[in-house]
């Protein structure tokens, strides 16, 4: 019993501590986070850090869905931008129309898509978007320099991201590659695929999906990596923990600087009404080497600094810049 | 519990919709765990949302530690006893009293119990598995009861093997050296259509300890030791994945294991066999939401064991004249101890399911049946077999209800015929700091169903037509539930941009009416034997540091501690024993492997235990053992291997558990080649 009281005790104080005062504050560029969770709160920073920088007088302010779907705190009505960190906030801010001027950030391609292809029709507010996808072009060159002799990329896509298969389709050819590609249903045998595709394939690329197919087929994927000495390149650092030979990511606070400073391009020149957004990939990345795998798989791999400076190096400014969707939007 | 109810458990599954959703990704897909941590409470987890301290042994320290056998690598865990109980038979506890047949872990491979009912223990030469055939280890360091139920008392172990798919083509393995040492294993890896599938073998030779601490005399004097190893085991590994949600693991297996175990200073060694086999079968079906899991295992094992105790008038004052006079109608015969004809068996089945209610609150639940039978006429005073039927149904929610705060609420509701139904709660807090750091907290009131043997163990010596000669040891007819209440305070760090890990955990334990044999009158021979009973109580507090450093690919620097303050007393109505030293105060172990050069890794473990004395074992000195090992990686025609030259306590000679257990240095050779 005594442990159970200083148990219940520990816990209230505990819970006490938690109490803070709630602030709110009028600004030009305001950041709506879908919740308060550590990758939203380090895109903000990277977003404050990149505005601080250039010294512009912006003022900005932020605040979490949760706190403004309680009440808590309320929108500044005098806002220039209504920046949103993830899906769920950027959703709200669609669907519910709450403010003029829209930028989303640190949200997937595919997933705004299918918000601003709802049935209300495409959002005037929307005014640009930083995505987390990392361009093919980018992958496939790093799959070019840590094998120059591959002539074949592999790669399984469930139907969540069946649609970016187009785009490395087009990005493999016309490196001259071939690209090794299943697509896998509710029926699709995981392992006979993945045998197949491994088998006549030099690197592998994970285009990311759901996570829970990611989490199911990554141990497959890994697994037969290491039986068909093929080297994967996945899509985060935990994907190279878990075996992966390389990944290409760009991390919360990348996506926060890129979209901190097209912010302030944005904010200086806004853009009027046009027939196009700009769904622009993260100009920083980073890459993670597991060197483990590499010595296991006999290669030898640049460090990270190397390999994006020769990425750098072969494709010119393009791989940093990353290259921007553009999207048509019909009946606009 | 009635049986609608737990019929009403099972077809519930059945009813959840199944259907994949073409769903747009998220960033929260995108950084999602992929390495995750499942024995803490059943639920896909990360080690920095576990609500309990866990230690990962992958292969990297598997290979560096230089153990030959498994339980050689549960000293890598902190606050984990691994001791020699004889020459092979092995004993491991956490936290718990060290008797010959330790029993208060659940230890798992894939998922499977391996606890034997009938001695209610782990026979680890009966695992069916070698070193080289282990993944990974995951070990939760705390009690575990209300996610795995009675046996994880103290804690949970899953050995998890490596897959099909992960295994190369064929993989061969021999082991030669001291204690005339000869091992050999093998696991192909095949496929036919979609089944995937390794079948493996191993063969295990050894004397076991050279010799005993000091001679004694006698007419079959114990200078050389014969409590040897003679172990053949037989495994099957299929994976068959049907459909993108299906995915079905099986393993079978077999074999044979002969141990000479000690039996007393009159007779020397005796033979106990095991024959054994086991079936598991798991099917794992994602759903749109979660996944469930249907999981059928059995597990058999006949035991022999021919143990000879000694002619009547050599183990009592009686002579070959008075015998007939003690005992009317009987003559001077010898006597056997044996466990001729033991049998121990469990079938288990377990249906769970997991699913998010919403972006905050995850839920694992799940129903399990469980059987265990044995028979031995010497344990249990009569040829009948006995059994137990066990119902458990466990939750685990996972409530995510602020941003860096995650809680924990497991529940195990057990029921089985022995102590009738009871539960086991858990609550846990977690509270992450940055992406680096964690704090957690939790507190458990579990509880145990005593073994089988201690509910039911009826042994005395008879003359070979039955007439009882002298009570060893009975039981009370009644048993209670054993308890412990556990409060645990932990921190998980990463430094170095993830480099070094640092593992601590603060902890106090109260254990409760826990089952042990006393002392007691008998109207027999001598007077005396002893009866199974719940009672005995004790408090654990102490810390638990774990540190991990990897600065690079060269160098795997690993420290693992345990303080452990231990105080309670064996209750006896003459002389209660303080059992303050049963534990040892200090129990650590460094391991450190360096890579030179390509192909080449130094590796070494040191281990040291502070003075204590081991329940079942002898009062012993502190001991330092310091293993060292050398590995050259090899390659030739498609070939890739490695030799290891492997020396185990290089240091002084040191008292194994017993004083009889002289353990000195061993040198091994260990040589294996994978073809891809």
């Known amino acids: 019993m005594r442990i159970i009281k200083t148990y219940i005790a520990c816990l209230i104080t505990l819970s006490l501590m938690l109490c803070a005062p709630l602030v709110q504050a009028g600004s030009d560029i305001v950041l709506l986070l879908s919740s308060d969770a550590l990758p939203y709160r380090e895109v903000e920073q990277g977003i404050r850090v990149a505005l601080v920088e250039r010294k512009d007088r912006l003022t900005i302010s932020s605040l979490t869905l949760d706190s403004l779907l309680k009440g808590e705190k309320t929108l500044p009505a005098d806002h220039r931008v209504l920046v949103t960190i993830g899906t769920r906030a950027t959703r709200h801010a669609l669907q519910e129309n709450i403010s003029k001027s829209i930028y989303a950030s640190f949200v997937t391609a595919s997933g705004l ?22 361009p093919a072009k980018r992958i496939v060159t790093l799959a070019k320099l840590i094998n120059p002799h591959a002539q074949k990329l592999g790669t399984v896509v469930n139907g969540s991201a069946a649609n970016r298969l187009e785009e490395f389709e087009q990005v493999v050819k016309k490196e001259g590659l071939e690209l090794m590609a299943a697509k896998l249903f509710e029926g699709s045998n995981p392992i006979a695929d993945l045998k197949r595709i491994f088998a006549h394939s030099d690197v592998f690329l994970v285009i990311p999906d759901k996570a829970r197919f990611n989490s199911k087929i990554a141990k497959w994927i890994l697994f037969l990596s290491y039986r068909h000495r093929v080297p994967v390149i996945g899509y985060s650092q935990k994907y190279t923990e878990a075996g992966a030979l390389i990944s290409i990511f760009s991390t919360p606070r990348q996506v926060g600087q890129d979209t901190g400073e097209r912010l302030l391009g944005y904010v200086s020149a806004p853009k009027q009404r046009s027939s196009a957004v700009r769904l622009q990939y993260p100009r920083y990345f980073s890459l993670s080497v597991n060197d483990k795998v590499a010595e296991s798989l006999g290669l030898k791999v640049d460090n990270e600094a190397h390999l994006k400076e020769r990425m750098r190096g072969e494709h010119g400014a393009r791989i940093e810049d990353g290259v921007d969707l553009v999207l048509e939007v019909v009946g606009k | 519990m009635n049986v609608s109810w737990r019929l009403a458990l099972l077809t519930s599954f059945f009813w959840t919709p199944i259907c994949l959703a073409n769903e747009p990704i998220t960033e929260i897909d995108l950084y ?33 530690s230089g153990a030959t056998q498994i339980p050689q690598l549960l000293r890598l865990v902190p606050g984990f006893l691994s001791y020699s109980v004889s020459g ?27 606890y034997q009912p009938i001695l209610s223990t782990v026979i680890w030469t009966s695992l069916g598995i070698a070193v080289e055939d282990i993944d990974y280890i995951e070990v939760i360091r705390g009690s575990n009861t209300s996610t795995y139920g009675s046996n994880a008392f103290f804690g949970a172990i899953n050995i998890v093997t490596m897959d099909a798919l992960e295994s190369p083509k064929l993989s061969l393995r021999t082991l030669y050296g001291s204690i005339d040492t000869q091992e050999f294993s093998g696991r192909y890896a095949g496929s036919i259509e979609d089944f995937s599938y390794t079948v493996s073998f191993l063969t295990q030779q050894n004397s076991g300890f050279e010799r005993v601490s000091e001679p004694k005399s006698g007419p079959w004097p114990l200078h050389t030791r014969k409590d040897d190893l003679n172990n053949q085991q037989f495994r099957l590994q299929g994976l068959y994945t049907p459909t993108l949600n299906d995915e079905v693991d099986i393993t079978f297996g077999f074999g044979k294991d002969r141990i000479k175990v000690p039996e007393n200073d009159v007779r020397g060694y005796h033979n106990r066999q095991f024959d054994s086999n086991y079936q598991h079968v798991r099917w794992t079906h994602q759903l749109d939401n979660g996944d469930v899991a249907l999981s059928f295992y059995h597990n058999y094992t006949h035991i022999e064991d021919d143990t000879v105790l000694g002619l009547l008038s050599e183990l009592t004052p009686l002579t070959p004249a008075t015998v007939p006079v003690a005992f009317p109608g009987q003559v001077d015969e010898v006597l056997l101890g044996d466990i001729r004809n033991g049998l121990s068996e469990r079938y288990h089945l377990e249906l769970q399911h997991t699913f998010d209610i919403n972006q905050q609150l995850r839920l694992v639940w799940g129903t399990v049946y469980r059987v265990d039978r044995l028979k031995s006429r010497f344990l249990l005073g009569h040829k009948d077999t006995i059994g137990e039927e066990q119902y458990q149904l466990f939750g685990n929610a996972e409530w995510y209800f602020l941003p860096d705060w995650r809680a924990n609420f497991s529940l195990m509701l057990e029921e089985n015929s022995i102590v009738g139904t009871f539960a086991s709660p858990r609550a846990a807090l977690n509270y992450q700091i940055n992406s680096d750091h964690m704090l957690r907290t939790s507190i458990t009131a579990g509880k145990r169903t005593p073994s089988l043997l201690s509910v039911y163990q009826n042994t005395e010596i008879t003359f070979a037509d039955g007439t009882p000669i002298d009570q060893i040891i009975g039981n009370t007819g009644s048993a209670d539930e054993e308890k412990i209440n556990v409060l645990e305070v932990g921190y998980l760090g990463t430094f170095l941009d993830g480099d070094l890990t640092l593992d601590l955990k603060l902890f106090k334990e109260e254990l409760r009416d826990a089952r042990y044999d006393a002392e007691a009158v008998a109207m027999d021979l001598d007077g005396e034997r002893r009866v199974w009973r719940n009672g005995l109580d004790w408090d654990n507090q102490g810390a638990e ?36 030293n049963h534990l040892p105060s200090h129990n650590t172990s460094l391991l450190v492997a360096y890579r030179p050069l390509p192909g080449w890794e130094l590796s070494g473990v040191v281990y040291h235990t502070s003075e204590m004395e081991w329940t079942g074992g002898d009062e012993v000195d502190e001991i330092t053992r310091l293993d060292l090992r050398v590995s050259r990686d090899l390659r030739f025609a498609g070939w890739t291997g490695k030799l290891e030259l492997l020396a185990h306590n290089v240091m002084d000679d040191y008292v194994d558990y017993d004083e009889d257990n002289h353990f000195e240095r061993r040198i091994f050779v260990r040589l294996k080649f994978d073809l891809e």
């Not at chain 1, 898509?113 to 990392?134: C, N, T, Y």
């Not at chain 2, 038979?89 to 119990?113: E, I, K, N, Y």
């Not at chain 2, 540091?545 to 690993?558: F, K």
């Open chain 1, 113 to 134: 898509l299918r918000e601003i292809s709802s049935e209300k029709g495409f959002p005037d507010a929307l005014k640009g978007a930083v995505v987390l996808d990392q």
């Open chain 2, 32 to 64: 999602a765990d992929v390495d995750v941590i499942k024995t803490g409470t059943r639920l896909h987890q990360p080690v920095m949302q576990v609500p309990a301290s866990v230690t990962v042994i992958d292969q990297q320290m598997i290979a560096a």
């Open chain 2, 88 to 114: 092979n038979q092995f004993g491991v506890s956490s936290h718990a009293l060290s008797p010959d047949f330790p029993g208060h872990l659940d230890v798992m491979v894939d998922g499977r119990s391996i």
């Open chain 2, 545 to 580: 540091v774990q540190v991990r450093y990897q600065p690079n690919e060269q160098w795997l620097v690993s420290w693992q501690y345990a303080y452990m303050d231990i105080e309670g007393f064996l209750p006896d109505d003459n002389d209660p024993e303080d059992i303050g």
